[in-house]
C-alpha cells in the first residue's frame, strides 16, 4: 500500500515510522527539510521536501498513485486543502487532522466529503473518549475494546497483596482461564509471556478477556470499581476544554489553570464548571482545591514532567482514579513504571485511529495500539494458511508473538493450546512493535 503523510511534525513522524515497520510503501512530505532530515536510514521509508499544498509537488511524490493521503501539519486549513488537491491528483482515500470540533458534525462532514475529505483526525476528541472510557472503568490502567466490544484488552497493575503475583502463567491460582495474559509490561519492556513466564510484583498485566468475564478478572486482580462524580483538571489544554465541553453533564468538573486570561475565555465557554486562576504544580494550591475530595485528577498541562509530577502528587493525597497526558513519547515508559494512573498520549490515539481507517483499504488486517512498544492486530485467516496446519501448541509460533482469541462465524473464543485456526477466522495477534509483518506469512 502506498501512503503519503502530509508534515513531518511529532504526529506525521511518529506515524511515517510506525507504518515504516509494516512494510509500506511510505513516503513523508514536508517544506521544512530539517524536520526530514531527523529520519534515520533506520526506517523503511522516503522522505521528500516540498509543501503540502503544491500540485507540483503532489504531481511529483506520485499521489495519483496513492492509497492513502494523510495531511497531519498543525494547521487544519492546510490540511484541508491539501486533501482537497490529493484527492482531485487521483488518491483513493485522503485524511486530514482538524483542531475544531464543529467540522465533526454530520452536516459538515459531508460538505469536507464533497471537496475531498474522506477522513478526519482531531487528536484531542480521541484523547476525550480515552479519558472517559480510563473513567469509567477505573479499575483498569488501560481498556481497549476490539471488534466492537466482543472482544477486550485490559491492563492492570498488580501489587504485593495479589493472588497473581510469584506464579507462572501455567500455575495461576484460578478454576477457569476465561481469559489470556496477552503482555506484561515490566519495568521498561513488554514481554510476550509463555507458560513458563512469571508475574512479578508491581507488573502491568495485560489480559484478553470477553464482556461476561470483566467482574472475575476484576476481582482476580484485587481492584474494586469506584463511582467517579468529581474531576479536578490541571490545565486549560485543548483535551481540557474539548473533555469538560463533552462530559461536563457526568461529572462535576473543576479546572486550574494559571493564566488569567485563559481562565476568563473558559469560563465563557465552560459555564457548567469551575475555573480557578492558579498554579496546579502548587502543593498548597491543591490543598485550597480540596484535591483529596476528589474521585478523578487528570492533569493535562502542554508539559509532561508537570503532568506526571502532578499526578504522583495527587495520588499522595489520596486520589483514586489519575491520568496524565504524556506527549513525549520517550517519557511513556518510564511513565507507565510510575503509579500514577492512566497514560494518554494522543500521538499513539491518532496513530491507533488511521490504522483503523488502513482496514477499510486492507480487510485482511485491523490494528489498535495498546502501548507504547506493542500493538493488537486482528488477522484474517487465508485457505491454506500454515497457520491452519495444526493445533496452536504444534505451530512452533515465533517469539514475540501470542495468540490471544479468534472471532469465528460472529462469535469470539480464547484462543489455547489445543485450539485449531480455520480459514476465514480473525486471529487476535499480541505482538511487539514492528514484528507484524513477519507473522503475516503465517496467516497468507
Given at each position: 500500500m502506498k501512503i503519503v503523510i502530509a508534515g513531518a511534525g511529532e504526529v506525521g513522524t511518529h506515524l511515517a515510522k510506525l507504518l515504516s515497520n509494516e512494510e509500506q510503501d511510505i513516503i513523508l512530505l514536508d517544506s521544512d527539510q530539517s524536520r526530514l532530515d531527523v529520519i534515520n536510514d533506520n526506517y523503511n521509508l522516503m522522505t521528500w521536501n516540498g509543501s503540502t499544498s503544491s500540485f507540483?509537488?503532489?504531481?511529483?511524490?506520485?499521489?495519483?498513485?496513492?492509497?492513502?493521503?494523510?495531511?497531519?501539519?498543525?494547521?487544519e486549513t492546510r490540511n484541508i486543502t491539501s486533501c482537497a488537491i490529493a484527492k482531485r491528483l487521483g488518491a483513493k482515500k485522503t485524511m486530514a487532522r482538524i483542531d475544531n470540533h464543529e467540522f465533526l458534525k454530520d452536516k459538515n462532514g459531508r460538505i469536507l466529503k464533497d471537496i475531498g475529505v474522506d477522513n478526519l483526525i482531531y487528536p484531542e476528541d480521541l484523547a476525550a473518549d480515552e479519558i472517559a472510557r480510563s473513567l469509567a472503568h477505573n479499575w483498569a490502567s488501560y481498556w481497549g475494546e476490539l471488534h466492537d466490544g466482543k472482544l477486550l484488552l485490559i491492563g492492570v497493575r498488580l501489587h504485593n497483596d495479589n493472588a497473581l503475583i510469584n506464579h507462572k502463567l501455567r500455575d495461576l491460582p484460578v478454576k477457569t482461564h476465561d481469559f489470556h495474559v496477552a503482555a506484561i509490561k515490566r519495568n521498561n519492556s513488554t514481554i510476550i509471556p509463555g507458560g513458563n513466564d512469571e508475574?512479578?510484583?508491581?507488573?502491568?498485566?495485560?489480559?484478553i478477556t470477553?464482556?461476561?468475564f470483566v467482574q472475575e478478572v476484576m476481582e482476580l486482580c484485587g481492584k474494586k470499581k469506584r463511582v467517579i462524580r468529581k474531576a479536578l483538571i490541571v490545565g486549560g489544554s485543548r483535551i481540557?476544554?474539548?473533555?469538560?465541553?463533552?462530559?461536563?453533564?457526568?461529572y462535576h468538573i473543576k479546572i486550574i489553570d494559571n493564566d488569567r486570561e485563559?481562565?476568563?475565555?473558559?469560563?465563557?465557554?465552560?459555564?457548567?464548571?469551575?475555573?480557578?486562576?492558579?498554579?496546579g504544580r502548587d502543593v498548597e494550591v491543591l490543598k485550597e482545591n480540596d484535591?483529596?475530595?476528589?474521585?478523578?485528577?487528570?492533569?493535562?498541562?502542554?508539559?509532561?514532567?508537570?503532568?506526571?509530577l502532578t499526578c504522583m502528587s495527587a495520588k499522595e493525597f489520596g486520589v483514586p482514579k489519575t491520568v496524565a497526558d504524556v506527549e513525549n513519547l520517550q517519557f511513556v515508559s518510564q511513565a507507565e513504571n510510575l503509579n500514577i494512573g492512566t497514560i494518554i498520549n494522543k500521538k499513539i490515539l491518532a496513530s491507533s485511529h488511521i490504522f483503523q481507517i488502513l482496514l477499510d483499504a486492507d480487510a485482511s488486517t485491523a490494528k489498535c495500539l495498546a502501548l507504547a512498544d506493542a500493538e493488537v492486530a486482528e488477522m484474517l485467516v487465508r485457505p491454506g494458511a500454515k497457520i491452519t496446519k495444526a493445533l496452536v501448541k504444534d505451530l512452533?509460533?515465533?517469539?514475540?508473538?501470542?495468540?490471544?482469541?479468534?472471532?469465528?462465524?460472529?462469535?469470539?473464543?480464547?484462543?489455547?493450546?489445543?485450539?485449531?485456526?480455520?480459514?476465514?477466522?480473525?486471529?487476535?495477534?499480541?505482538?511487539?512493535?514492528?514484528?507484524?509483518?513477519?507473522l503475516e506469512k503465517w496467516f497468507h
Open positions: 507540483e509537488t503532489l504531481r511529483d511524490v506520485g499521489v495519483a498513485s496513492s492509497d492513502l493521503y494523510i495531511a497531519v501539519t498543525p494547521f508475574i512479578l510484583y508491581d507488573d502491568t498485566v495485560y489480559f470477553t464482556p461476561p481540557t476544554v474539548r473533555f469538560a465541553t463533552r462530559f461536563h453533564d457526568k485563559h481562565c476568563e475565555e473558559m469560563a465563557t465557554m465552560l459555564p457548567d464548571c469551575e475555573i480557578v486562576l492558579g498554579d484535591v483529596d475530595q476528589y474521585d478523578a485528577f487528570l492533569s493535562l498541562t502542554d508539559s509532561s514532567e508537570t503532568n506526571i512452533r509460533l515465533p517469539p514475540g508473538m501470542t495468540l490471544a482469541a479468534m472471532v469465528r462465524d460472529n462469535q469470539v473464543t480464547l484462543v489455547g493450546g489445543n485450539t485449531k485456526i480455520e480459514p476465514g477466522d480473525f486471529v487476535v495477534v499480541f505482538c511487539l512493535n514492528g514484528t507484524i509483518s513477519k
